[in-house]
């Protein structure tokens, strides 16, 4: 349980060569822009079933449920990976060199530079997450507001 397997640690290894590919991709402003577009419209239709259709977003959540809460789970997951990364992908607007891979180099504040742009990194990811979580609370409440529920 504690332990990785050798199936698991490459795993874990084409999930972070895919999240880094992903990170690169964005590097470019024409992927940006059509991910930011692709991200947020999914959010924006999400939220308006939610908001124009509660009672079957009710319905059809209690199905899945009854039929498996992993199968539940990961259709909650929709919501959760679209506003992260449609709010990673706006941090990605603002700083757009955030993710460069630089290796360091042998002047004085080189160090100095490397930190400040690891500590950045952390920082837009630790805010995409709180969004991201933020953003599905708040579509379940409202979902539970609209049936009653709450």
């Not at 124009?52 to 977003?57: A, F, R, S, V």
């Not at 080189?110 to 979580?133: A, C, H, M, N, P």
């Amino acid at each position: 349980m504690f332990w990785e397997t050798e199936k698991d640690e490459k795993e874990n290894e084409k999930i972070s060569a895919r999240l880094t590919a992903f990170t690169n991709n964005l590097s470019d402003k024409r992927v940006l822009h059509q991910s930011l577009l692709i991200y947020l419209s999914g959010n924006i239709i999400i939220w308006l079933c939610v908001l124009l259709m509660p009672q079957t977003i009710n319905r059809v959540f209690d199905s899945i449920f009854e039929l498996s809460n992993k199968l539940g789970v990961m259709i909650l997951g929709i919501p959760f990976g679209l506003a992260l990364f449609s709010t990673y992908a706006l941090c990605r607007l603002k700083l757009p060199n955030i993710e460069d891979n630089k290796q360091l180099k042998t002047d004085l504040m080189s160090s100095f530079d490397y930190q400040s742009d690891s500590t950045k990194r952390l920082f837009v990811w630790l805010f995409s997450i709180t969004v991201e979580v933020i953003n599905v609370l708040l579509i379940v409440l409202v979902d539970l507001y609209f049936n009653d529920q709450l």
